[in-house]
């Protein structure tokens, strides 16, 4: 996407709503867009939150990120060898770790004030690397958030077929989602409150899917993208599968399943502090803490877990 089409995106968004938080990511490597720092530039001047998700195999632009205060930069990662990150990511493992190493270089030489997180995709053939992991995030500066991995598209999920990596899934898909479909669920999607966008300009129905679209988000109004959302036939069966509640794998349930299937004995355990922690917040919804604080807790509870 070029820089005018892209600011053309921001101008039209900034008048329909306001944007709490730029992401460059989802489905793309913003590295690969050689405008990113003169994006990075105008979000500073502009006043616009932004945050990069990366698989570091590049760092093009990532200096001008930096220095014009991204809120953070995710380096994602499933593996501390090239084995076990060859089998869940493409890409060159030792290129990826020189990267990262480059990147808390470059943040303390420019005195940047950018959050540097190692976004860890938990499986089942990782859970041995994992402590490696962390202890060069702890060396290095980043926090590390590990999460049990997604499965996407949604479309992928919900009517297969399963590939190699479901296998490798910490929470098989059928028992996964067979233990959320009797939970609650919300009323209407939370997705619906975000706008995802694609290099062609395509509004997405929603971060789950990249070739699920619903219009131009330049030649639709946002209401216009938000009624063909609502309305969208794969939301009902989606809905109806508990899907999002599967994905966010918080669940005490969905947690359980997955510490039981986990491979290292530093893994599982985490894995039941989580419950303890998401059980705790669960009934903490009950006190009236503002919703941003009670999420800042449980961020910072799960950077140093
Ligand atoms: S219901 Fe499912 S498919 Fe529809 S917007 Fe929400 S997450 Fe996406």
Same mark, same amino acid.
Request: proline share 4%.
């Given at each position: @996407? ?38 990075? +530039? ?8 932004? $945050? ?14 930096? /220095? ?18 060859? %089998? ?5 493992? *030792? ?11 470059? %943040?303390?030489?420019?005195?940047? $004030? ?18 490696? /992991? ?31 990596? +479901? ?13 959320? %479909? ?16 694609? +290099? ?19 030649? *639709? ?9 609502? %309305? ?6 989606? @809905? ?16 359980? @399943? /997955? ?8 893994? $599982? ?29 449980? @961020? ?6």
């Amino acid at each position: @996407m070029s820089f005018e089409t892209w600011k053309q995106i921001i101008e039209k968004a900034q008048t329909e709503f306001k944007i709490a938080h730029l992401d460059f990511n989802n489905w793309g490597e913003p590295t690969l867009n050689k405008d990113l720092p003169r994006m990075a +530039a105008y979000c500073k001047e502009h006043g616009i939150h932004f $945050r990069i998700s990366t698989n570091l195999q590049r760092t093009d632009g990532l200096d001008a990120v930096l /220095a014009n205060g991204a809120d953070l930069i995710w380096a994602s990662c499933s593996g501390w060898s090239q084995e076990t990150y060859g %089998k869940t990511h493409e890409g060159d493992f *030792n290129k990826l770790r020189d990267n990262m190493v480059w990147l808390a270089e470059k %943040k303390r030489s420019l005195n940047s $004030r950018t959050q540097l997180i190692i976004r860890w995709h938990r499986y089942r053939h990782n859970c041995d690397e994992e402590k490696e /992991a962390r202890k060069f995030a702890r060396q290095h500066g980043f926090a590390f958030e590990a999460h049990v991995a997604w499965y996407l598209p949604i479309q992928k999920l919900l009517t297969g077929p399963a590939d190699e990596t +479901a296998k490798l899934l910490l929470v098989p898909i059928g028992e996964g989602l067979d233990a959320v %479909k009797d939970l609650p669920r919300p009323k209407t999607c939370p997705e619906y409150s975000s706008v995802h966008v694609d +290099a062609n300009r395509q509004a997405k129905l929603c971060c789950l899917t990249y070739n699920l679209n619903v219009g131009d988000f330049l030649e *639709n109004d946002i209401e216009t993208l938000d009624a063909a959302r609502q %309305k969208h036939p794969f939301c009902t069966p989606c @809905m109806e599968a508990n899907a999002l509640e599967y994905l966010a794998k918080t669940h005490p349930k969905l947690l359980w @399943m /997955a510490a039981k299937n986990a491979t290292s004995t530093d893994v $599982r355990l985490r894995l039941l502090f989580e419950i303890l922690v998401d059980t705790t917040l669960r009934l903490g919804r009950r006190i009236p803490i503002p919703y941003y604080i009670k999420s800042r807790i449980g @961020m910072a509870v799960k950077h140093r877990l």
